[in-house]
């Protein structure tokens, strides 16, 4: 590890930082203030004052913010120190880091800075932050940060990477147009036109009503297109890397070995196109409810935002090894119960990974590598009791797949049960979760 | 415990709106009463069989909890895969001297709680269950 002796120095976070870190809300009070100028006629000095001082506040908050933040990286942990009056002075151990993600902002891009995001696995105050960095300093301590979690030096240099695959921008703007935001969308506005010139007394109505409606629809729109544009995945050693973003770019760093579980669905109007989409779960998720959406905060991220099967299957072998799981179907009289989503309905399990396939309009289809499996559980009402089916549900520590081998037989699942506690206890044993010195799995075929 | 909890609140609701009831007509105020009673009776009957039908067991490398009368749950929670453990007593269970045993995992779907337990039998539980959990942790 880290050569012994005294600790590294302290560093500081980029001398730019409280300007991008406070641009959006300057941009707003300076926004009002014109606004306010323009409607009081007679100058107004006071109010001008008033966002000046306003303005000037934040900004030397910001700077004494920036004078008491400090971070350096010790052999075995990060330690970010912030707060003037409330000191906070927060270790981020290195082994247990479940990804690092390289945050930038439009502004920032311009200005060539930054922001490191560090996940850790477990509930509240586990993230740190530093915001910002030089484009450099940053890039160079995700190396040192992800080098040193594989059990290598830090100074090693960062190892290469190699393109898996990137998503076209007429497939995402089509695949955005035809998910299900952008038909909702296409729905409301054509029965908007249609009202409003069969009726044009309501247009006002009809207008009034679906604004806002189309409105969170738009920027849901929006906000994924400009997240998941120019998506590009590629292979390192350490990881996976993933970077998308049209005006703020994200670019994550998924270490090898951290994935919960991995989701692929397909929806209805995607079928045509044999398109799917590629989610996977990442543990550490509490922090999350708290609502910080913006750039890459969800636990669960796109590993293919829109892609054909053959991409699907590139990126599922890079994450999950061999994943070809045969599956089986419950028994015919489960159609009784799911009418509608038996048709798809399939599962199955192997020494490495359990799979599920569910859903009708939109099939699902679930990965969860065994050692990963928190509990196993089996459910059975009312109605699953009469058909001598139930369910087993496979429990991870991500927030967002739910693996469910659906509708099993009855005795089946108990012996489901039985023999998936079993597997999932060797495989705990023969793929223990941590493995600090291997950085990467086998190979996979290619 | 939740036997417990029912019959205190069926008491309750018979006395309230029995004697809201009363203050009107006698006749349809003693109906209600003795429609309040069997519901009460009733749910005592479905509580009694939930009740009976929670169980737990301590597997060597497993806890397994089975619940559920309408909804059949099984839950088989490995010690390893424990993150902590609670013991909880709310008021009416510190009444009849009982509390529950929980066990958390990183998913926040598994469920495997115990509820209604001895204090010293919860207390065994939980430090066995703690000491399990040591002997075979696993990380995320």
Sequence with gaps: MA???????????????????????????????????????????????????????????????????????????????????????????????????????????????????????????????????????????????????????????????????????GRLLMSVATSFLGSAAGVLAVVAVILSITVPSALAVVFGSSFSLLFALGSGIWRRVTSEYRFTAAAAPDGLRLRAGLFQTVAETIPAGRIQAVRMVEPLLWRPFGWCRVVVDVAGGAANRRGRTGGGGQVSRALLPVGLAADAELVLDRVLGDHRVPVTRPPRRARLKAPLGYHFLAAGYDRRHAVTVNGRLQRTTCWVPLEKVQSVRRLQGPVQRRLRV???????????????????????????????????????????PRPATVPVRAPSVQ | ????????????????????????????????LVGILLVSVASLWFLHRRFRAWRYLERAEDLVVVRGVMLRRLSVVPYGRMQYVDVTAGPVERLFGLATVKLHTAAAASDARVPGLEPAEAARLRDQLARLGEAKAAGL
């Design chain 1, 390 to 432: 139930s369910s087993v549900h496979l429990d991870t520590a991500g927030r967002s797949v739910r693996a469910v081998l659906r509708d099993r037989d009855q005795n089946e699942a108990d012996a489901e049960v039985e023999e998936l506690t079993e597997l999932c206890r060797t495989a705990r044993a023969v793929h223990p």
């Design chain 1, 3 to 169: 050569p012994a002796g005294a600790p590294p120095a302290w560093c500081r976070l980029h001398p730019l930082s409280p300007l991008i870190r406070s641009s959006r809300t300057l941009a707003a009070i300076a926004v009002l203030a014109v606004v306010d100028a323009a409607q009081a006629r007679h100058g107004n000095r006071m109010s001008l004052v008033v966002y000046g001082a306003v303005i000037l506040f934040g900004l030397v908050a910001g700077v004494i913010a920036w004078l008491v933040t400090r971070w350096r990286l010790e052999p075995d942990a990060l330690r970010i120190e912030t707060g003037l009056f409330r000191r906070d002075s927060r270790r981020l151990p290195i082994d247990r880091i479940q990804a690092v993600d390289l945050v930038q902002p439009f502004l920032g891009r311009i200005l060539g800075l930054a922001e490191l995001r560090i996940r850790l696995a477990g509930a509240d105050g586990s993230r740190g932050r530093l915001s910002y960095l030089s484009e450099t300093d940053a890039h160079q301590l995700r190396a040192r940060l992800l080098a040193a979690h594989h059990g290598l030096d830090p100074a090693t240099p960062p190892p290469p990477e190699r393109l898996l695959l990137s998503v076209p921008s």
């Design chain 2, 1 to 32: 415990m939740r036997v417990w909890e029912a019959l205190g609140t069926g008491v309750i609701l018979a006395l309230l709106i029995g004697g809201a009831v009363m203050t009107t007509s006698v006749g349809a105020g003693l109906a209600v």
